[in-house]
C-alpha cells in the first residue's frame, strides 16, 4: 500500500515541509518565525495540490512538536489538529531535535550526539540522542534541558560526544568548538522530516489529532526586567 505522509516543522526560523507518496519525496523551505502562522497553510495546501492530493487522501499527518519557538510550536499544533480532526486522520508527533539528530546523521555525525537550538534569553533547548536500530528511529538518552550555553557546554564535555544544532551558531563563543562547524547550520530540513516521520509510522506511533500537542520546557516566556538585567550582567561577567 503507498504511503501518503505529511510532516511540517515550524519550531526555528525556517519552516520545513515534507510529502512522501510511496518511492516519490517533496520537500519544501519557507520563512518561519513569525511568518510561519501565515505561511505554513497555503505551503501545506500548495504541496498537496502540486501532488493532486487532498488532506483526506493521507495516512497520517505529522509535524514537529518543538522544543522551539512558542508561537511557532502553537501554529504547528493547531494545524496539524486541525486538518486531522477535519479529514480524520491520525497524527505523528516529531521530535525537533531528534530532527536535528537526523540531519546531523545525513551530514557525517556518529550515532551518538547531542542536539541543540536557541531558547532565547540566554539559555537552549537540548537533548542527547542514540541512534536506534532502524533509519530515523532516535533514541533520547536524557530530558530535554533548558540550560545556560555554559552548563551545556560542561554536560557535552562530560559526556565526550560532539554537539550539533544552530546553537552552536547562536553561542558560538561558548559552544563552536564543541562539533563540526558544518552542523552549526543544521535545520530540521524535509529530508529529516520524511525519514523521522517515516519511521515513527512504521512503529505505530500514530495519535490521534486531539494528542497533536506542544513540548513545552520553558513554562515562563517572558522575562521580567530584573531578569533581563540580570542575564546581561552574567553575559558580561562571562
Not at 6 to 32: C, K, N, Q, W
Not at 102 to 111: C, H, I, L
Not at 134 to 156: K, S
Not at 229 to 235: D, E, K, P, S
Amino acid at each position: 500500500m503507498t504511503l501518503r505522509l505529511l510532516a511540517f516543522d515550524t519550531a526555528t526560523e525556517t519552516l520545513h515541509l515534507s510529502l512522501r507518496i510511496g518511492a516519490s519525496l517533496s520537500v519544501r523551505r519557507e520563512p518561519g518565525g513569525a511568518k510561519a502562522s501565515s505561511l505554513l497553510l497555503p505551503a501545506i495546501q500548495s504541496l498537496l495540490a502540486e501532488a493532486g492530493l487532498r488532506v483526506a487522501d493521507l495516512d497520517a499527518i505529522a509535524f514537529g512538536r518543538g522544543p522551539g519557538a512558542f508561537t511557532g510550536l502553537r501554529t504547528a499544533c493547531a494545524v496539524a489538529q486541525g486538518l486531522a480532526e477535519a479529514a480524520n486522520r491520525p497524527v505523528l508527533a516529531l521530535d525537533t531535535l531528534a530532527l536535528l539528530a537526523e540531519s546531523a546523521r545525513r551530514s557525517g555525525a556518529p550515532s551518538q550526539l547531542w542536539t541543540a537550538v536557541d531558547a532565547r534569553m540566554g539559555e537552549v533547548y537540548a537533548a542527547r540522542w542514540s541512534a536506534g536500530a532502524t533509519p530515523g528511529h532516535w533514541i533520547r538518552d536524557t530530558d530535554v534541558l533548558l540550560c545556560t550555553p555554559q552548563a551545556l557546554r560542561a554536560a557535552v564535555q562530560a559526556d565526550g560526544v560532539p554537539l550539533a544544532g544552530p546553537a552552536l551558531t547562536a553561542y558560538a563563543a561558548e559552544l563552536q568548538d564543541l562539533g563540526d562547524p558544518a552542523w552549526a547550520g543544521l535545520e530540521p530540513d524535509g529530508a529529516s522530516l520524511d525519514v523521522v516521520a517515516t519511521a515513527a509510522w512504521a512503529r505505530g506511533e500514530a495519535l490521534d489529532a486531539t494528542q497533536a500537542l506542544p513540548l513545552y520546557v520553558r513554562d515562563k516566556v517572558a522575562q521580567t526586567t530584573a531578569e533581563r538585567t540580570a542575564v546581561r550582567h552574567a553575559g558580561a561577567a562571562a
